[in-house]
C-alpha cells in the first residue's frame, strides 16, 4: 500500500469531531505563538538596572519553529521593506529555527555592531564554517588554523597597502591592457576562442548596418575576462595555462555556496549541491598541484615544465608567497593550503566580477551617461588602431593606461561604480553574540538595545542602501547621487564618496580585497568601455537584467545577449 493509499484511508475513516479538533488545536497554536512571539527577545529580568536600554522588539510570526522562515524563502524583498517602515528606529528580531536574529539597518548601529568588541560578538565561528564547508578546510587540522590563524591574517597587508596593493594593479592593468583588444576575439571556431570566451555562447553575426559583429552572453563574458585577467595577479601566470577551466569551476562553486556551507552531504540528490561538491574537489586538487609546485620551487627542486614561471621574482602574487612562508613555518600539508588559497580566490572573484558587469550594463544602457564617461577618462586612457597595408586589420592598442588618474580623477564612473554597489549589491555582516552587551550608535541620546548571549547580529547594508529615509527613490539608479561639487582654483570639481554604504562589511571582517576591488572594478570598466562598443543583441533599447540573490553582488539569471563590435579609434602615429 502506497503512502498516498494510507492518507486517502485516514481521511475517509477520520470523523468530522477528529477533524474540528484537529482544526481547532492548529488554530489555537498558531494564535499562541503569534501572541507569544511578540513581546521583546529576553526575560525582563535582563533590563538594564539604569532603565536605559531596551529589549530588541520582536517581529511577531504564526509558525512555531520556523519561525519568519517561509517570509525569507518566499518573500524576502518585500517582508524586509514592510520591517523596516515598521522598526524606523533601525533594530527588530526574527525567529529562525528557534534562534533569535537581531536584523539593524541604520548606519549608526550598522558602525557600533561592527566595531564591537570580538568579546562581545565574532564572526569567527561563520568563517571558520566556511573554511570547512565550502572551501574544504580538513576539520582535524582546526589546531593547525588557530596555531596560524593571526600570522596568516597578518598577511592581508599586502592587499591593503602599498607598495604590495600598487604592484597588484600594475600588473593587473598590463594583463588588462593585453586582454582586452580580444574581448571577443571574431576567431570563428571554438578551439582559437580565448579562454573567457568559451562560457559566452559566441556567435559572429552582422548588425543592421552590415557590419560585423559577435554576439555573446554579457555575463558568463565580463566575469571570465575579469578572473582571466586578474587571478594571475594573485597565482602568477603558469596557474591559469595550466588549468583553464578554473574560473568556471569556481562559478559553479559560488551557485552551491550557501548549500555547501549547510553542511548538506554530497550524496543528497540535488543537482546544484552536487555540482558544487565536485566543483570543489576539482578547484581544491587544482590549487593542491599549484601548491605543491610553490614547496618544490622554495626547496630549491625542479617544480616541473608547467610551473616554469612560478620561481621568477614577482610573478606569484605578494600574498600567496607571504602566506607560503606561514604555511611552511607551521607545517602545513598542500591540501590545507589549498583551502585558504580557494577561500581567497572566492573572495577576489565572486563580488568584483559581477559587479563590472552591473557597470557595464548600467553605462551601456544610458547613451549620454556613456558619452560623458567616455570623455571624462579620455586623459587616463587612450587607445589607438594601428596602421597596416594587410588585408587584415592589426588589433588596436591602448597607449596611455592611468590607472591613478581614472581612479581619482574620474568622479563619474566613480559614482557608477558607488551606484553599482549599493543597487546591485546585497552584502550583510553577520555576528554571533558571545555575551550580553548594550549596542548603541554614537549620536546623542540614542536608544542603547540589548543584545543577548547565543543570538546572532546582522547588520542588512543592502536595507540600508533601499531606505527611502536616505535614498530617495531608491530603486532607481541614479549616478549622480554620490557626487559633491566642490570649488577648486576657480573651477567646479566633482568627488565622489561612499557615503553610509558599506559594501565591504567593517571592522575585524572587513573585506581585506577592497582597495583593489575599487581599483580593478574601475580599470575593467574603462579598458572595456574605451575598446568596445555594446548593444543589446538585435538592436534597441536595453533590458536591465532581474537581480539573482547571491552570496553579495547579485547575479542575474536572465541571458544578457549582446553584440561587441570594435570601437573606432583614431590611427596611431609614426
Ligand atoms: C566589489 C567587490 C567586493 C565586495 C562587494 C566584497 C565584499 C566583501 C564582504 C561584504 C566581506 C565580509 C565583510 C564582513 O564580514 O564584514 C568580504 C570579505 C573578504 N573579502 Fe571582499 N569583496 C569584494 C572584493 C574582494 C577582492 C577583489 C578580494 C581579494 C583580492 C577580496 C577579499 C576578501 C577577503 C580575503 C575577505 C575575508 C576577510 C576576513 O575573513 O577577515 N574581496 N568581502
Same mark, same amino acid.
Given at each position: ?49 539604569? #532603565? $536605559?536600554?531596551? +529589549? ?5 510570526? @504564526? ?10 524563502? %518566499? ?10 517602515? $515598521? ?22 548601529? $550598522? ?23 565550502? %572551501? ?10 588557530? &596555531? *596560524?590563524?593571526?600570522?596568516?591574517? *597578518? ?87 595550466? %588549468? ?53 620551487? &622554495? ?11 612560478? #620561481? ?11 602566506? +607560503? ?24 572573484? !565572486? ?6 558587469? @552591473? ?18 577618462? !579620455? ?31 574620474? /568622479?563619474? +564612473? ?34 542603547? @538595545? ?23 527613490? /531608491?530603486?532607481?539608479?541614479?549616478? =549622480?547621487?554620490?557626487?559633491?561639487? =566642490? ?15 558599506? /559594501? ?27 575598446? @568596445?562598443?555594446?548593444?543589446? &543583441? #538585435?538592436?534597441? !533599447? ?33
Amino acid at each position: 500500500m502506497s503512502v498516498w493509499d494510507v492518507c486517502r484511508d485516514a481521511l475517509h475513516t477520520t470523523t468530522p469531531t477528529a477533524i474540528a479538533i484537529f482544526t481547532a488545536i492548529t488554530i489555537a497554536t498558531l494564535l499562541i505563538t503569534r501572541i507569544s512571539s511578540s513581546s521583546p527577545v529576553g526575560a525582563p529580568s535582563i533590563q538594564r538596572q539604569d #532603565g $536605559t536600554s531596551q +529589549l530588541v522588539p520582536r517581529v511577531p510570526y @504564526w509558525i512555531p519553529i520556523l519561525g519568519h522562515l517561509p517570509n525569507l524563502v %518566499f518573500n524576502a524583498t518585500d517582508f524586509f521593506a514592510h520591517l523596516r517602515k $515598521t522598526y524606523p528606529d533601525g533594530i527588530f528580531a526574527l525567529s529562525i529555527l528557534g534562534k533569535q536574529h537581531s536584523v539593524i539597518h541604520t548606519p549608526g548601529l $550598522t558602525t557600533a555592531l561592527i566595531h564591537t568588541k570580538l568579546e562581545n560578538a565574532t564572526f569567527e565561528e561563520t568563517s571558520e564554517t566556511f573554511l570547512q564547508r565550502v %572551501f574544504g578546510f580538513p576539520t582535524k587540522s582546526m589546531t593547525k588554523w588557530y &596555531a *596560524a590563524r593571526d600570522e596568516l591574517m *597578518a598577511c592581508y597587508k599586502t592587499l591593503l597597502s602599498e607598495p604590495s596593493l600598487g604592484h597588484m594593479v600594475d600588473k593587473t592593468a598590463t594583463k588588462a591592457r593585453e586582454n582586452i583588444v580580444n574581448l571577443v576575439s571574431f576567431a570563428g571556431s571554438p578551439v582559437d576562442e580565448m579562454p573567457w570566451e568559451r562560457n559566452g555562447d559566441i556567435r559572429i553575426t552582422k548588425n543592421a548596418a552590415g557590419e560585423e559583429v559577435v554576439e555573446a552572453s554579457l555575463l558568463p563574458l565580463i566575469r571570465d575576462f575579469c578572473a582571466h585577467t586578474a587571478i594571475p595577479t594573485l597565482m602568477g601566470s603558469d596557474f591559469l595555462v595550466n %588549468f583553464p577551466d578554473f574560473p568556471t569551476s569556481l562559478w559553479t562553486l559560488d551557485a552551491g555556496f550557501i548549500l555547501l556551507a549547510t553542511g548538506l552531504p554530497r550524496w543528497l540528490p540535488v543537482p546544484v549541491l552536487t555540482r558544487a561538491h565536485i566543483a570543489k574537489k576539482r578547484n581544491l586538487d587544482w590549487i593542491t598541484q599549484f601548491e605543491r609546485a610553490l614547496e618544490k620551487q &622554495a626547496n630549491g627542486q625542479d617544480p616541473g615544465t608547467e610551473w616554469r614561471n612560478i #620561481g621568477e621574482e614577482g610573478d606569484v602574487g605578494s600574498l600567496v608567497m607571504a602566506r +607560503l612562508e606561514v604555511y611552511r613555518k607551521h607545517n602545513w600539508t598542500c591540501p590545507e593550503r589549498a583551502a585558504i588559497e580557494l577561500s581567497l580566490l572566492w573572495a577576489a572573484n !565572486a563580488n568584483s566580477n559581477s559587479l563590472v558587469f @552591473w557597470m557595464i550594463v548600467r553605462i551601456c544602457a544610458d547613451p549620454d551617461l556613456l558619452t560623458k564617461i567616455r570623455e571624462e577618462f !579620455a586623459p587616463y586612457i587612450h587607445a589607438v588602431q594601428p596602421q597596416s597595408d594587410l588585408p587584415i586589420p592589426e588589433a588596436p592598442r591602448i597607449d596611455k593606461l592611468d590607472v591613478d588618474g581614472l581612479c581619482a580623477h574620474c /568622479p563619474l +564612473l566613480k559614482s557608477c561604480y558607488i551606484e553599482c554597489l549599493r543597487v546591485d549589491t546585497a552584502s550583510w555582516s553577520f555576528k554571533v553574540v558571545k555575551q550580553d552587551f548594550v549596542l548603541q550608535a554614537r549620536e546623542k541620546e540614542a536608544q542603547a @538595545w540589548l543584545l543577548r548571549k547565543g543570538q546572532y547580529a546582522h547588520a542588512g547594508h543592502d536595507l540600508h542602501n533601499m531606505d527611502p529615509a536616505y535614498f530617495p527613490e /531608491p530603486e532607481v539608479w541614479k549616478v =549622480e547621487r554620490h557626487i559633491k561639487y =566642490e570649488e577648486a582654483e576657480g573651477e567646479k570639481r566633482g568627488v565622489a564618496n561612499m557615503g553610509s554604504i558599506r /559594501p565591504y562589511g567593517g571592522g575585524h571582517s572587513m573585506c581585506k580585497g577592497r582597495s583593489f576591488a575599487f581599483k580593478e572594478c574601475i580599470l575593467f570598466a574603462a579598458v572595456i568601455l574605451a575598446l @568596445w562598443d555594446i548593444e543589446p &543583441a #538585435g538592436g534597441g !533599447a536595453w533590458q536591465i537584467p532581474k537581480h539573482r540573490r547571491a552570496t553579495g553582488v547579485y547575479g542575474t539569471g536572465d541571458n544578457v545577449r549582446v553584440w561587441l563590435k570594435r570601437r573606432k579609434l583614431p590611427p596611431a602615429e609614426g
